[in-house]
T-cell receptor
Framework: QKEVEQDPGPLSVPEGAIVSLNCTYSNSAFQYFMWYRQYSRKGPELLMY????GNKEDGRFTAQVDKSSKYISLFIRDSQPSDSATYLCAMSEPGNQFYFGTGTSLTVIP | EPEVTQTPSHQVTQMGQEVILRCVPI?????FYWYRQILGQKVEFLVSFYNNEISEKSEIFDDQFSVERPDGSNFTLKIRSTKLEDSAMYFCASQQEMNTEAFFGQGTRLTVV
């Protein structure tokens, strides 16, 4: 089973809050993990790409991968109204297609 | 910044008609993909393409679908006889190398009537 589970939300936070977005998965062979941001009727925009377990930080975004728990997270610090979008997690085995979560809809309220 | 471009942005077609969706991947990328997203549902894998041949395809990618890289820049998805259930956003993606970041285009919204 290669399901990727993601809470669809919607998630609503005040501006400046820390946002935590999460995905779980069942396939222990997944090694590559991505977070995408998708605005309505637009293509997924790559935010973060990580390999195996660990943390990766890029500006206000931090991606965490815990392979032992089959759990990945994306943290957004100092959230802004422009962060309002749907956030998709995606993951893959080496050399294979990406499997996406359903996406979490985020609204940051000014 | 290099980007994946897709045309048209929106295509309306009658059931049973053939459609061709076009993509121009990032120029030095070698791996190409088509995904689709039915409204309100997950992004689903259709097909991957490398070295001028299909490397992997999903159950969705049946005999009605085909892909082609007719020249050095374009990557196309053809649906031979469209069905109502083919209505979706179709996304093209490309990677420079296997197991690296994948970049998506803005998508083509296909509406079959």
């Amino acid at each position: 089973q290669k399901e990727v589970e993601q809470d669809p939300g919607p998630l609503s936070v005040p501006e400046g809050a820390i946002v935590s977005l999460n995905c779980t998965y069942s396939n222990s062979a997944f090694q590559y993990f991505m977070w995408y941001r998708q605005y309505s009727r637009k293509g997924p925009e790559l935010l973060m790409y990580t390999y195996s377990s660990g943390n990766k930080e890029d500006g206000r975004f931090t991606a965490q991968v815990d392979k032992s728990s089959k759990y990945i997270s994306l943290f957004i610090r100092d959230s802004q109204p422009s962060d309002s979008a749907t956030y998709l997690c995606a993951m893959s085995e080496p050399g294979n297609q990406f499997y996406f979560g359903t996406g979490t809809s985020l609204t940051v309220i000014p | 910044e290099p980007e994946v471009t897709q045309t048209p942005s929106h295509q309306v077609t009658q059931m049973g008609q053939e459609v061709i969706l076009r993509c121009v991947p990032i120029s030095n990328h070698l791996y190409f993909y088509w995904y689709r997203q039915i409204l309100g549902q997950k992004v689903e894998f259709l097909v991957s393409f490398y070295n001028n041949e299909i490397s992997e395809k999903s159950e969705i990618f049946d005999d009605q679908f085909s892909v082609e890289r007719p020249d050095g820049s374009n990557f196309t998805l053809k649906i031979r006889s469209t069905k109502l259930e083919d209505s979706a956003m179709y996304f093209c993606a490309s990677q420079q190398e296997m197991n690296t970041e994948a970049f998506f285009g803005q998508g083509t919204r296909l509406t079959v009537v």
